[in-house]
Each structure stands twice: as C-alpha cells, then as structure tokens.
C-alpha cells in the first residue's frame, strides 16, 4: 500500500490550493479515504472523509463550506480542494487510509498560509 500527497505550498490568505493524493498497492474503490493535517505543536486531526464510492462526505467544523474532498476511482486519487485559506489551515496534510484493518499513511505535503 502507497499513498502519495502533492499539491501543498505556500499560499497568501484567501488563496486555494488542491492536494492529491495518489494511492497502489490495494484496491482503492474498496476503501474509504480521509484527509488529516498536523500543525506544528498540535495533534494530528481529522480535516475530511470520503466514502468509498464518494457519495458520503465528512468534514472538520473549522473547514466546512471551504474544503471539498473528492475522489476519482479511475485514477486512484484522492483530492482536497482547499478555498479561503486561513493562516491558521498550516500544516502538514496527510493522506489516509484503513487497508486490510492497519492505517496507512502518505509522507505529508506542506501547506503554508502566509501573506
């Protein structure tokens, strides 16, 4: 199982940004996918979900009516449409995903919100 963030950088507030993540290694329409970010000094946490065929979706009160997760099963991805960022959505965003009942995890991809 491989999970492969991109897309992060630096942004001025009020920008956008659209990560990706890009998963093998399992069958990707099967599974469920979740978006995590990590702030420096602060816990990891849940930003969005999706379910597997992309037809439930769930989302952190801070992100609500800004972020969109969607899925394209064709091609294995994952995506986290970001708008109206806020210094405070820095992070380190992480892919994720429950396979054969054990997390996996993406490296990250950095998301800078800074004027």
């Known amino acids: 199982v491989q999970l492969v963030e991109s897309g992060g950088g630096l942004v001025q507030p009020g920008g956008s940004l659209r990560l990706s993540c890009a998963a093998s290694g399992f069958t990707f329409s099967r599974y469920e996918m979740n978006w995590y970010r990590q702030a420096t000094g602060k816990e990891r946490e849940l930003v969005a979900f999706?379910?597997?065929?992309?037809?439930?979706?769930k989302y952190a009160d801070s992100v609500k009516g800004r972020f969109t997760i969607s899925r394209d099963n064709a091609k294995n991805t994952v995506y986290l449409q970001m708008n109206s960022l806020k210094p405070e959505d820095t992070a380190v965003y992480y892919c994720?995903?429950?396979?054969?009942?054990?997390?996996?995890w993406g490296q990250g991809t950095q998301v800078t919100v800074s004027s």
């Open positions: 999706i379910t597997s065929a992309g037809g439930s979706t």
């Open positions: 994720n995903s429950r396979v054969f009942n054990r997390g996996y």
